[in-house]
Structures are given as structure tokens and as C-alpha cells.
């Protein structure tokens, strides 16, 4: 036998078994291959390491001609189930130990697909830097595990190395910005881990030039640790705060030894998706999962970080977009493709939206879903803090998949409104700016009484209710362009008033972002239209609310819609009914409120009062096509509902929990129908289907222009989702939130003729809107 020829196998994760008369199977931890054939099952035993290509030949001689030898090796071979070893690595009939040893460490390589000899090779010559951020005496125990995994590890930093590798208690650790900057100086690939706690962190591995880097991870983990933030913010550290060390000697170990086998599988050649994940373990349970870490395209390390200021600086230009009929409205894409589209960002570690889940409050036969908190409520301290963790980002919809895509889309839409520090924004005084600036309060609407007031009010009131400071024309603050639709033209909008959590400068709170027109779409253009319509909704909503007027009914089951029976009949079961009024405004786009209460039948005795409650809930909707309007009037009632089902969790909220234990329709008549007013049905309201979302936008624009006003639009779409996001603005508009200055609150009541003349400002409702 030439010794020079390369001796042929099976390859070493792969155990042949002839199965007389019937097939010839291979096993792996992979599964199992059958090849079928007298031929392969003759040649088989033969193919064990030990013989190259002439000795096959003389012992399949009468069995198989040298040409279909030839032929069979060669398809076993480009299946890979066969190679060939060099002499003396893969020795038949050997034994000892290391023999074994060899022999596994080659079937351990072919399972990752590549080729043993060699990649054990890669591994030996591989040389790991072990750096520490803050976990000094880690890199004692890391040095052990890593060697008794056969890595070599450099001497000095300055030695040659091939990946580093650093530990950590806290992926946020400060001195981790500055390892990130060096090692993409060096272009060098580094790994991240943190071995403590029931859960330990490894990867993902970084490539400079390649994928993301450390700041967008922190990004993301930030995103989720605002609690963290804030508790070490409140403490003068430069770091979150992070819970103390939880672990065993086992687990520890445990946790270096995974961390050794996927620095020795990256030494030895073997990429995989994986390694450019956060690879969470859960110690106790014995589970782990892949967190994909994304390159954010705004990166201001490894991207281009003024993308989203020059999105805002540019024109916001509708263009032909068909209609879907999506949920709860008209869109661009059906909800079953916007889930696939972005449901990608949705993880606890790395995801943009924590979790995405149904409440589990929901009564059976409707639908909610929760998204996370609400960045809407960060504010400053803990109060807001408090109100933030408490309130979730929600959905709803007649269908499951509704109000999950709703939920998603909500959480998409509140973080694309959250400050990041990218923002575009001009710094100067209101004086200076000249016609390009919108006064705050032309937006905002506070009256005289309101500022003089604010202290007291702010003392008693959730942050949904805070009353700003009054404006100061000379004070110097950031101001950020928005692009008026009316006018084709960029203004000036604070930048405090249009993004959540916007940094304020101590003194004075000039001005400070809602949700109120913020929405979340399938195209640019749905987006800007969800957010007009909830502008509409929330002002005829405040001219009803405060003013108290008495509105008229409107039958749902005229719209001929059979989910709404269901509705009804799991209403019923719960001891409760509902009802809807129509709250159109003069602005002429359909406005309903669905409202809800227990029945006098459901009512239990009890000496807290909860005999007596009627847990009153509603909900509101507004559309051009008035079934939609309906839609979203129900089923954002049922998304309130679950709250006041289950009092234990709702009645955290002091404004929820008067409401419920102290107002009847007795005591808000407003909430019942006008008995005096025709009840209304789908002939009542006119309205003219479209095709395109386009022609709605224009109408809108032109709608708003007829009545003196202008629409505004910010584009807060960002890079790293793509999902379409704007806040859409039009000052004079009401909020629903207790906003009082003078103006159509007043005065567009007394023109519907729903008052004879302006309500006193000290007679308006003083239960603020709290949905």
C-alpha cells in the first residue's frame, strides 16, 4: 500500500451499520442516513481509514470494477460521508487513548461541517487576549477553563493574538465603550461575556467592519434598563445600577466552560449565525436562547449618525399608496404581513419591543394584547418612573392577530418617539426664530388659570396631566423641523414637545411630549393619516368631555358586522353592557365612544362600596368610514376593560380607582345617550370611499385648511426598525387631557348648537380625561 495516498473513511461523526438485505445506515447525533445497495453494503466495513484507493480496488475485485469503485466513492465523497485522511491520523485498529481522543476530536469538527485535522490545527495556533471590565478575579478561573480546553493564551496584550475575549459583570460597563473603540482601531474580533449570575451572557462575538458593535448593543440594552438608569443616575454613578452577584461554584464553572467551547468552536474555524447573538443561559432550568445583536445604520460608532437628522430636515412627500382594509383601518399591508415584517423585533435582551403577549386580564372571547411600558410617561424621578412601568403599550382588535400587530405597532411607534440623542435640532430663542417657530402653547393649550395653578394641579394629577411652565419667548432651547403639509414648508417645533424623555435643562419645563398624533404605519402615508384621525378623535373627544353635553346613540348592530353580536354576548357574561354615541365634531370625520358598565345584576353587596360600582369603561374611534369608527370605539373599550375586571392589578392607578368606586352614569349622565336625539346608523353618516391613501391625505390637508389651521408632520421613522413612524401636529387642535385655553372648546359646542353659549371655564369637567 502506497503510503503516500490518502486512506479512505467514513468520516469520524459518522458509524456505519450493514443491514443484511436491507439498507447500509450511518448514524450521527444528527440524524441518520440509509444508502441502499448490495455495492455499498460490501464496501462499507471496508471503509473504515485504513486503506487507500488501490487497497479498496484489490478487495472489491469482482464486486466492483475499478471505474464504478470510482464512481461510488465519488458520490459518497461530494455527499460528505466520505474523505480521506493522511497517513497516520486515522489509522485503522488503533488503540490507546489518544487514538479515541483523535478520533472524537475529528467527529466533533466534521459535525460543524469542517474538516477535523484542520481545524484542530486553527485551534492550537490560536492565541486569546483575556481582558477584564470590571470582573478582575474572573480572569483567574477563565485562564483555567480555557487551557483545560486546549486554547493558548497571550502572554501580554501586546503579544500576537486572534480574538479577544472580555469579561464582565454588566454589559453596560463604562470601560466596555473604550475596549470597543480599540479594538475596531485594530480591527480585531472580540468577544463578550458575563460567567456570574443565574443567568450568564456569552457573545456575540464583534467584527469590526462587520455587523454591530458594542454601542449598538448598549442601544438596545439600554432601551430596557431605564429603571437601572435611573436608580444609578440618582446615585451619581456612571453606570446603571446592577443587582449583586447570584451563583454557585458549578454554575460559575459551568458558565466558563460553555464560554471556553465557543471561543475553542470560533478559534477552529466554525461561524454560525449564533455567534453574533447575546446567548442568555439560564443556569437553574437548563435552557438558553439566541438574542440577535443588529448593526443599527445610525450608529454614531460603526454607522452614520446624522441619518435621522436628515430625514427630519427633508420634505415629508405623500405619494400613491392603494388601500388595504387592515384591523382597524386602511393600510398598506395586511396585518398578517405586517407581523412578519417586524415581529423580528420583539426580545427581552436585544429587541426593540420587550415582550408582546395577550393580557392575561382579557376575558375570554375579546381581545387585548400588552407591548412593554410606556416611554410616553418617562419623565423626571420616580413618579413618572412609577407610571411608565405600570402602563404598558397595548393593542386591540376583533381578531387576535389584530390586536397583537396593534400592540407592536404601538410599541414601535412610542420608541421611534423617544428621544436618542440623534434628533435634528436647532438652538436658539423664540424671539429669534422669526415666522419659522410654532408657539408651544398654540399646541398645547394651557389656560392663563391653568399656569398660575400648575403646582397644585401637577401635586394631585399623573403625569398625563402636567401643566408646563409658561412659555418664555427669550429662552434659549432646542427646536426640532417639522414639515407642514399646508404650507410645503419646514417649521420649528420644540424639541421637548415632540419627543419623549427629550433632555430638559434644569428650571423652568417649557414644554413636554404626549402620545397625541404619534402613530406607527405600514407606509409613510397610513402613518400620517392614523395619526390625523387620532388628532380628530382626541379634539371632539375633549369638546364632549369637559363641555359634558349629552350626544347621540349610535346602533352598532345596524352596521351589520356579526362579530359584534359575539362582542355582546361576551359583555353579557361578564354582567356588563354597552353602548355608543357619536361624537363628531365639526370637522365632519366620524367620532364614536363605546361605552361600558356592570349591570345592576352583577353588582354584589359589599362594605367597601363595590356593590354600588359600575366600573365604567369606554373607548373611542374615529374614521372617514364610520364601521371603522365603530370598530376602534369597541375595541378600544375592550382593551380597557381587562383593567377593570381585574381591580387587584388596575386599581394601582389612584385616577382609575376613583373612577371605578365612585362614578355611576348616574352622577355622568354625559355618558349615556341624548334621549331626545335620533338614534344614528351607517346612512347617517356620508362618506365616499377612496382607493388610495393619498387622496385621504389631501382631503385631510385641505379639511384642516378650511378651518384655519395647518398640519404638521415630523417623520420619526428610524433606520434600525424601518417601520414608518410620524407625529403628526395641528395646532389649535384639542388635546384630551385637561387643556383649557380658550378657543374651540369653548366656542365650537355653542356652533354645533349642543350649547346655547360658552361653558365658564370653572363649570368644565374637573374628572380629566385619564385613558
Not at 130 to 136: E, K, M, N, R, V
Not at 551 to 579: H, K, N, T
Amino acid at each position: 500500500m502506497d503510503s503516500a495516498l490518502p486512506r479512505l473513511g467514513f468520516r469520524k461523526h459518522l458509524r456505519p451499520a450493514v443491514v443484511p438485505g436491507d439498507a447500509t445506515y450511518l448514524i450521527s447525533e444528527h440524524g441518520v442516513t440509509a444508502l441502499e445497495g448490495a455495492a455499498i453494503a460490501a464496501l462499507a466495513p471496508l471503509l473504515d481509514g485504513s486503506r487507500d484507493l488501490p487497497a479498496l480496488a484489490r478487495e472489491m475485485h469482482g464486486v466492483l470494477s475499478p471505474g464504478q469503485l470510482g464512481r461510488l466513492l465519488g458520490q459518497l465523497t461530494q455527499a460528505d460521508l466520505v474523505a480521506g485522511f493522511t497517513p497516520g491520523t486515522a489509522d485503522a485498529g488503533r488503540t490507546g487513548e489518544q487514538d479515541d481522543e483523535d478520533d472524537a476530536t475529528s467527529a466533533f469538527w466534521e459535525s460543524a461541517g469542517l474538516d477535523g485535522p484542520r481545524a484542530d490545527a486553527r485551534l492550537s495556533a490560536g492565541r486569546v487576549r483575556l481582558l477584564s471590565a470590571g470582573a478582575p478575579e474572573a480572569g483567574h478561573a477563565a485562564r483555567d477553563a480555557f487551557r483545560a480546553a486546549g486554547i493558548a493564551l497571550a502572554g501580554t496584550d501586546h503579544e500576537d493574538h486572534t480574538l479577544t475575549v472580555v469579561l464582565c459583570e454588566d454589559y453596560l460597563a463604562p470601560p466596555l465603550a473604550d475596549i470597543d473603540a480599540a479594538q475596531r482601531r485594530t480591527g480585531r474580533p472580540w468577544l463578550l461575556a458575563k460567567p456570574y449570575g443565574t443567568q450568564p451572557w456569552i457573545g456575540p462575538v464583534f467584527q469590526p467592519g462587520e455587523g454591530a458593535c458594542w454601542h449598538c448593543l448598549a442601544h438596545r440594552l439600554g432601551h430596557h434598563r431605564s429603571t437601572h438608569s435611573y436608580v444609578g443616575s440618582a446615585l451619581g454613578l456612571a453606570a446603571p445600577l446592577t443587582p449583586p452577584r447570584a451563583h454557585i461554584p458549578a454554575s460559575r464553572a459551568c458558565a466558563l466552560h460553555l464560554l471556553a467551547l465557543q471561543v475553542a468552536a470560533w478559534l477552529g474555524g466554525f461561524r454560525d449565525a449564533g455567534q453574533s447573538a447575546v446567548w442568555t443561559l439560564d443556569s437553574l432550568r437548563g435552557r438558553g436562547r439566541h438574542h440577535p445583536v443588529h448593526q443599527r445604520p445610525q450608529c454614531p460608532a460603526c454607522g452614520d449618525p446624522t441619518l435621522v437628522a436628515a430625514r427630519a430636515g427633508q420634505p415629508v412627500v405623500p405619494v400613491s399608496r392603494p388601500k388595504v382594509t387592515a384591523g382597524g383601518g386602511h393600510r398598506a399591508l395586511h396585518a398578517r404581513q405586517m407581523l412578519e415584517r417586524y415581529e423580528h423585533l420583539v426580545g427581552e435582551v436585544t429587541g426593540v419591543v420587550r415582550l408582546l403577549a395577550r393580557d392575561p386580564r382579557c376575558p375570554a372571547g375579546l381581545n387585548a394584547y400588552v407591548s412593554g411600558s410606556n416611554p410616553a410617561l418617562l419623565g423626571n424621578g420616580v413618579r413618572s418612573l412609577r407610571s411608565a412601568l405600570r402602563s404598558h403599550s397595548a393593542g386591540k382588535g376583533v381578531t387576535e392577530l389584530d390586536a397583537k400587530v396593534g400592540a407592536l405597532c404601538e410599541a414601535l411607534e412610542r420608541y421611534s418617539g423617544t428621544f436618542h440623542g440623534d434628533e435634528a435640532r436647532v438652538r436658539g430663542r423664540f424671539s429669534e426664530l422669526g415666522g419659522d417657530a410654532v408657539h408651544p402653547n398654540s399646541c398645547q393649550l394651557y389656560d392663563a388659570r391653568q399656569f398660575a395653578g400648575r403646582r397644585e394641579w401637577n401635586a394631585r394629577h399623573s403625569s398625563f396631566q402636567f401643566v408646563c411652565d409658561p412659555f418664555d419667548t427669550e429662552a434659549v432651547l432646542d427646536w426640532t423641523p417639522v414639515w407642514s403639509l399646508t404650507e410645503r414648508r419646514h417649521r420649528l417645533l420644540p424639541t421637548s414637545l415632540l419627543y419623549f424623555a427629550a433632555p430638559q435643562p434644569p428650571g423652568p419645563v417649557f414644554a413636554r411630549a404626549d402620545s397625541n398624533g404619534n402613530a406607527a404605519g405600514s407606509s409613510l402615508e397610513d402613518a400620517i393619516l392614523q395619526g390625523f384621525w387620532e388628532l380628530v378623535e382626541r379634539d371632539a373627544v375633549a369638546l364632549w368631555w369637559y363641555n359634558r353635553t349629552r350626544q347621540p346613540q349610535v346602533d352598532p348592530e345596524s352596521f351589520g358586522e356579526e362579530w359584534i353580536a359575539r362582542m355582546r354576548a361576551s359583555y353579557a357574561r361578564l354582567g356588563r353592557s354597552f353602548w355608543v354615541l357619536d361624537l363628531t365634531s365639526d370637522l365632519g370625520v366620524p367620532v364614536m365612544c363605546a361605552v361600558s358598565r356592570r349591570e345592576p345584576a352583577a353588582r354584589t353587596g359589599g362594605a367597601d362600596g363595590s356593590g354600588r360600582r359600575e366600573d365604567i369603561v369606554f373607548g373611542f374611534g374615529c374614521h372617514p368610514d364610520p364601521a371603522l369608527a365603530l370598530r376602534r370605539a369597541l375595541t378600544e373599550m375592550t382593551q380597557m376593560l381587562p383593567a377593570a375586571v381585574d381591580t387587584a392589578l388596575s386599581f394601582e392607578d389612584p385616577v382609575f380607582r376613583d373612577w371605578c368606586t365612585h362614578h355611576t352614569l348616574a352622577d355622568q349622565p354625559h355618558l349615556a345617550p341624548d334621549p331626545a336625539a335620533a338614534v344614528l346608523g351607517p346612512a347617517d353618516y356620508p362618506y365616499e370611499p377612496r382607493a388610495d391613501l393619498l387622496d385621504d391625505i389631501e382631503d385631510a390637508v385641505a379639511l384642516v385648511r378650511r378651518h384655519g389651521m395647518e398640519v404638521l408632520v415630523l417623520d420619526q421613522t428610524r433606520p434600525d426598525l424601518g417601520i414608518p413612524v410620524v407625529k403628526v401636529i395641528v395646532p389649535g387642535l384639542r388635546h384630551f387631557w385637561a387643556r383649557f385655553a380658550p378657543g374651540r372648546l369653548y366656542d365650537v359646542p355653542v356652533r354645533l348648537g349642543r350649547r346655547t353659549t360658552p361653558l365658564p371655564y370653572g363649570e368644565l369637567n374637573p374628572i380629566p380625561v385619564f385613558v
